[in-house]
């Protein structure tokens, strides 16, 4: 009985001390919001945290202007004082979207997330609950967009500019056409809140009506307006291609042999067409990801140059059809000019800039592309010769290899073509200084400087 006393009574005191005070430690609150704003739908995780003992009930409001708008709640009761063992409900997680499009009375300014969780009591002994709170601006106005440039005429296939500014708001701008983006950046010697993009219409687009100039803040608040005054359509030609053995023979295992990642499918017809489908869209691919390097300004300042004393094989955006054995066998755009002097002539850089590409790629076969800045670039297939590096600047007229027949490439002959953002844009205008006058420099301005 002794012993019994002197082991249970101190237990029973402590069991009772536990029932009569033991609380739970306060919950953890993460309030993770997606955006660093509230916007017409902003996505907000919160997770309540409690092992031990588990929580309480758990409001989620916001609270604006001294108003409370209740966002979700949660009916909870933690494992009571005398249980030392047991199931706890100790974790709740919460996906919120935040914002106008849930709040109606929600307005500009600030507005805080505030959640309050219930904290496990003892039966004498009520500890505060936990409470967490996030406060973030409240964005429900697109910034601000006003086009600064005038006289916006662009061909189909062809390449402007606009000149405009943005509100501070601001986190992305430039011009949407179609599937193609063409960002804005900050106008040389213009005011902070001054930007232009160059932009194009894509050769596959007959209708510009949808091409829009746009600012959008953090939140996906958008401003947009029509930025084109005239727009001509200048629809693809077509073309028909003969493919013979002998041409499949010549530059089908050339291509495989410079290309590991492509299969030997055991047909040279099936081969052929893999090259010109599958592998075509591969090295677009390719050259799409040398936009992220442009170097964001202008490397030039005159007209383009083409290759001297050369004519023209086949134009930009031929709409071309492939026929083996009287049958059509594929269809592909060429985007492009074909141009055909002396055999492995010389190859001038069109302009100034940096080489980003100077090695063997898939139907180019040894190509060259230059960058100009601002995601415009200069591309050079079917090199006999490379004679610069990647990396390595080069001057307008600097030779950077020979013309030769590698690639897709029927006979010696030289595969030019600009890209805008990725996008093959029509070389003609950039050849022009009087398009380029009327049409770039005149709403650049300094920032270009231009020289005929």
């Not at 023979?249 to 590991?260: D, F, G, R, S, Y």
């Not at 067409?273 to 936009?291: E, H, M, P, Q, S």
């Not at 100009?372 to 390595?392: C, N, R």
Request: negative net charge.
């Amino acid at each position: 009985m002794f012993r019994f006393l002197v082991v249970g009574v101190p237990l029973l005191l402590i069991y009772g001390w536990m029932v009569l005070f033991r609380a739970g430690a306060p919950a953890v609150i993460t309030i993770t919001p997606e955006l660093p704003a509230i916007g017409r739908a902003t996505k907000v995780e919160i997770v309540v945290q409690q092992t031990s003992r588990g929580f309480g009930d758990v409001n989620i409001e916001l609270v604006q202007g001294g108003v409370s708008t209740m966002l979700a709640s949660l009916e909870s009761t933690p494992r009571p004082p005398h249980r030392l063992w047991g199931k706890v409900n100790g974790l709740a997680e919460w996906t919120l979207n935040v914002g106008r499009d849930e709040i109606k009375t929600l307005k500009e300014g600030e507005a805080t997330i505030r959640v309050t969780v219930e904290t496990a009591a003892g039966l004498l002994r009520r500890p505060g609950p936990a409470e967490e709170g996030v406060t973030l601006p409240v964005y429900l106005v697109p910034p601000p967009l006003g086009r600064t440039s005038s006289r916006t005429y662009v061909n189909q296939g062809g390449c402007e500019v606009v000149v405009y500014t943005v509100g501070e708001r601001s986190v992305k701008d430039g011009v949407q056409a179609g599937e193609y983006f063409f960002p804005g950046y900050p106008l040389p010697g213009g005011g902070e809140r001054d930007r232009f993009a160059l932009f194009a219409v894509p050769y596959d687009m007959d209708d510009a009506t949808g091409v829009r100039l746009f600012a959008e803040d953090l939140v996906g608040n958008r401003s947009e307006t029509r930025i084109i005054d005239q727009f001509t359509r200048k629809p693809p030609k077509t073309d028909t291609i003969r493919i013979s053995d002998g041409f499949m023979e010549k530059v089908v295992p050339a291509i495989l042999a410079n290309t590991p990642e492509m299969e030997d499918q055991g047909d040279l017809l099936k081969n052929y067409l893999a090259i010109n489908g599958d592998l075509r869209a591969k090295n677009t691919a390719t050259l799409n990801r040398l936009v992220a390097a442009s170097k964001p300004e202008f490397l030039w300042n005159q007209r383009f140059l083409s290759l001297p004393n050369a004519a023209a094989r086949s134009a930009f955006a031929d709409r071309r059809t492939y026929t083996y054995e009287g049958q059509a066998v594929d269809h592909q755009d060429h985007l492009g000019y074909d141009l055909a002097s002396v055999r492995n002539a010389p190859i001038p850089a069109a302009n100034h800039g940096v080489v980003l590409m100077a090695h063997y790629l898939g139907i180019y076969g040894n190509v060259v592309v230059i960058d100009h800045g601002y995601g415009l670039m200069s591309l050079y297939g079917h090199l006999a010769s490379i004679a610069v590096t990647e990396g390595q600047e080069v001057g307008r007229g600097d030779t950077i290899g020979t013309t030769g027949e590698t690639g897709l490439a029927g006979g010696d002959h030289l595969h030019f073509t600009m890209m805008l953002q990725g996008l093959p844009v029509d070389p003609k205008e950039w050849w022009d200084a009087h398009w380029i006058q009327d049409r770039l420099a005149s709403k650049l301005g300094p920032a270009l400087n231009f020289s005929n």
